[in-house]
């Protein structure tokens, strides 16, 4: 019997596991899904809260690879009122996903058993041709195959040089438990660090609650993510990057493409959205260096035309701005000290170099997941990176693997068991975090864990 082992339980290993489950094969295979959050949690992209919204348009979001419309048309199914372009709930894909897998479970060919495993990865040890699983329990048991579907981690606190701050309850490291927002009083001033997407959930979340307080959101450009908006399709260019080496040649072309589509009344957004089946492409056919480049000089402008924000969002964000409630600035944070009621921030703006003082009764950390796993501090990642089973790509983006998402351990060699999928892939594939990239790399891991 081949077994597969699946670490992590949010909506890459799910996938996976659901499409282990619905394969078709003569073979008998044994999957274990191991994750010690609840069986309903899909990890914090996909909130119970009902205020949460998509950031993809309902008709892109299936699941089921090559069926981009198999979300909406369960929406439709359900009776819930929503069309193609729309930005639902959170809520309403974390329901559908748990659908999918337990039909696929119950569905399931007798030949396939399933075990779902609630306890943490704490170690893998390689014992001939294979793996052993250390359980945080003490529990262990083998596996053929291993899929490290890990998704987020903490980001990483602010590099400042008295860091008290972090053990204080003023602070808040991880933003996506949200249960923080509860312990905000309504009237407590409130700093962001960053301004991208996070920011704006948590934002719209403490409106939605009522919340009174100033709200500060300070990042080094102070940009916000661009807002969804129905646009006609940009004629594909893809041909004027296809030899283009280096990151600011491309960033060129493509800006180029911005002001003739501008020009012709097109927007932006239709030039990036004529990218998106190229993207891996793109970034793959780059030298490190040139990937290093664009992620010191360029990343930040192609992130806020990248990643979007739905219409709901901007209209709260835009009204909290409007009547004084929140500041968006750019600027750099120099410290932050602890103060009895809260933490003072010093930090200078774009273009000046005097400091401003600014104190908040909570400061919320909003730059992002640490993809850097040097610095990761999850034991199993540890252990992994002491073994020279796992070592970091060499953007320091995420785990070094094939772009097929087989593992390249340290000693150089391609692994035929370990495996990754989902953002560990960033610094190999760029484009790999949303539903429509997550499904395909679902489908086609499953299909060759299985040959």
Known sequence: MRSIAIIGG???GTLVAMNLLEASTDQSISIKLLDSRDENDLGPAYSADEGYLLNVRAGLMG???NEPEHFWNW??????????????????????VQELF????????????????????????????????ILAGGKSFKADKIVLALGNFTPRNPELKNNDFTASPFYVQNPWNSAF?????????????????????????LHRQGHKGRIVAISKHGFLPLTHKIVEPYPPF????????????????????????????????????????????????LENEEKRRFLRHLFRYWEINRSRIPPQSSDVINLMQSIGQLSITAGKIISMVLKDKGI??????????????QFAEFVVNCIGPELDYNRIQDPLVKN?????????????????????????????????????IGLPLKGILWECLAAPEIREQAKNLSVFLLN
């Open 10 to 12: 949010g909506l890459s």
């Open 63 to 65: 699941a089921v690879s």
């Open 75 to 96: 929406l439709q199914n359900k009776n819930i009122n929503a069309d193609k372009i729309d930005f639902v709930p959170r809520k309403l894909y974390r329901e559908y």
């Open 102 to 133: 337990r039909n696929a479970l119950k569905n399931k060919r007798e030949n396939i058993s399933f075990e779902r495993i609630h306890d943490r990865a704490f170690d893998i040890k390689s014992i001939n041709d294979r793996t052993q699983i």
């Open 181 to 205: 927002l509860n312990l905000i009083p309504e009237n407590a001033s409130v700093l962001f660090i960053g301004t991208g997407q996070t920011m704006v959930d948590l934002a719209c979340a």
């Open 238 to 285: 893809y041909d004027k990057l296809r030899n283009v080496k280096s990151a600011v040649g491309l960033f060129r072309i493509i800006r180029k493409e911005i002001q003739s589509a501008e020009r012709s009344g097109s927007d932006r957004r239709a030039v990036i959205d004529s990218l998106r089946p190229y993207t891996q492409q793109i970034w793959m056919s």
């Open 344 to 357: 003072e921030i010093s930090y200078t703006v774009k273009n000046s170099e005097v400091p401003v003082i």
């Open 384 to 420: 992994l990176l002491k073994s020279g089973l796992i070592q970091p790509d060499p953007l320091n983006q995420g785990i070094n693997a094939l772009a097929n998402g087989r593992i390249i351990h340290k000693n150089g060699s391609v692994s035929n068991t370990f495996f990754t």
